[in-house]
């Protein structure tokens, strides 16, 4: 009888957890930024539409360039805006920042403020980057590849390792 019972027990056990395994939610993934009608597909009209959006943001001043206080001014507005929804924010690096809200990447010519054509540019660099087909689109396939690149990048970056040097073609 106990054998029976003891059985049963199991049994019942393993099916729950087994339908709860079903039943379970999948965590879905966050839209991408670029996507504007949702449809899964970034365009690259959707990022540069993206790209004015986020720069009109940042302009407050409304001269048509983002300056370096406007640069910072923006990103504490958005590291507040994390911190008041909960998120987990990256912690700044001893010291403070090391430099006025602008990089080389950000003011190319180095003039100390970011024009909209300057922003734009640096988003469609970005978009042409993911977009491995060159298609003029990016699906979910190459955001995800797109992502495992920058983990990539940025691991090398911190453990300082060279990635490896191209095989030689054999001479013909």
Known sequence: MRKTVLTLMLAASAITSAASAQTAPATPRPPMRQDANHDGVATRAEAIAQADARFAQMDTDHDGRVSGGEMQAYRAALH????ASGRDVPVPPPGGRKHDGMGRRMDPNGDGSVTREEFEARALKRFDRMDANHDGTI???????????RHVDRRERRERVTPPAPAPTPAQ
């Open 139 to 149: 699906d979910a396939t190459e955001r995800a590849n797109a992502a495992e690149m």
């Open 80 to 83: 507040d805006r994390m911190v």
